[in-house]
């Protein structure tokens, strides 16, 4: 049976590694993957998944109103799938997530969805909550704060280094724009103002 599996993590967990060995080891065997990142994310370029210790690959990067279900079958029409793979999938949308969950359930290919749980502010992305709400099976992946604690908020900084508090909930980038923080640290930094 075909599951939905969304691997959550705050930022610098390594979360793309993960996925690309993963699919890697698919195509290792001989079984053919499809690997998709939001259109949206393009730090590696348009179409390109990597990873901060050097991993890359193509990928297909799909839009907000592609319907995602209909790629994969046509994707699967031309040579069978054993795996579809999704980087940046807190920037799916709810219908999105249901359209992956159809691949599961109606196509009987497992979908491994890897992202991000909340934001900067602390809010869950809608393709997140919605991931967490129907998917099989949910796992984290584990990074730590400075002080040592598991990280599982993320803050953004603008272009001096400072924290940002405030703007569009989606504002790709890296380490040069968001820090991973322990719960503890992240409220200390964002809720200064309300201790």
Known sequence: MAKLYFSYAAMNAGKSTLLLQASYNYRERGMRTAVLIASLDHRAGQGRISSRIGLEADAYPFEQAEDL????????????????????????????????????????????????????????????????????????????????????MVARLDAEGRVVREGAQIEVGGNEKYVSYCRRHWSDIMLCDEA
Do not use: N
Not at 105 to 113: F, K, S, Y
Not at 122 to 144: C, H, M, N, Q, Y
């Open 69 to 152: 279900y209909a790629l994969i079958a046509s994707m699967h029409a031309e040579g069978e799938l054993a795996c579809v793979f999704v980087d940046e999938a807190q920037f799916l949308t709810e219908a999105q997530v249901w359209q992956l969950a159809k691949v599961a359930d109606r196509l009987g290919i497992p979908v491994m969805a890897y992202g991000l749980r909340t934001d900067f502010q602390g809010k869950l992305f809608p393709g997140s909550r919605e991931l967490l709400a129907i998917g099989d099976e949910l796992r984290e992946v584990r990074t730590i704060c400075h002080c040592g604690r598991k990280a599982s």
